[in-house]
């Protein structure tokens, strides 16, 4: 699975990861627990199919563990205003949340009144109740369901709403598999004056099926065609493939332009939080 500890430019990418669950347990948070850095930052997925109370189950028991639940707050899944303030109200009183990841979401229609993340941030809502450090997603392969102009002038627009609001934006780019397409997209949005701290999403090791699987869900483009070709070269379906050349090649031009100023990683880890944890810990020379 890769050489035991990275390179010094992919360790200094690598510390201070984050990492998202999407399957949570008492033991894999446990585990994660065990080997994550204190008050590391944990993702706290909301899927169509959970319930807020079920995250702020998992968000209580990662803050009980002495991690730092990041919740995920979709908009299309908030049936009103008097919910989404009853969602934030209770993830900040409640497991002491104080930042969080806002996305759109996946569902074709919305069950409510809000279709957007910038309207989660034009609400008040979020620094109403003291979450004033707020991640959204970006795009290095565009979006399938939306326009490159229009994701840059809602990008930019978040982060005006976000400045008057006194939130500090954060991005996270979306699963991609191309360094080049990575780093591409980040100088350019610096050359545009974006100055907010970035990290890089990447998938966590995962057998190449499960790639192909949640690729094709997040709608990545040309990179999961070299996923496939790759696919097709890799001796065996179930061997599982880590991001190692992808940071490393991420971590070289990061150290090369300063322009990119790529602040850290998030792994999405696919059910295996834990395997990814492992394999990010190795890397730091912090494994077992």
Known sequence: MGSPVASEAVRDL??????EVTTPDRRSLDTAAKMM???APVYVASLPRDTPESQLDVA????????QPVPHIVARNIPDRRSFEKIIYDLSRYAGVDRALILGGDRDRPVGDYHSSLQLLKSGILEDHGIKRVAVGCYPEGHPAIADDILET?????IDTASRGGIDLRLITQLCFDADAICGYLAALRSKGVTSKIRVGIAGPAKTPTLLKYAAICGVGPSL???KKQRKITRGLLKTQ?????LRNIAEQNRRNALLDITGVHFFTFAS?????DWAEKQLGRGS
């Not at 209580?60 to 991690?67: D, N, P, S, T, V």
């Open 60 to 67: 209580r028991m990662l803050k009980e563990l002495g991690l």
């Open 14 to 19: 690598l510390e201070g990861y984050s990492a």
């Open 37 to 39: 850095p204190a008050n």
């Open 242 to 246: 880590t991001p190692a050349t992808l």
């Open 154 to 158: 809602a990008l930019f627009e978040k």
């Open 273 to 277: 939080l834990s395997g990814t944890i």
């Open 225 to 227: 065609k070299a996923l």
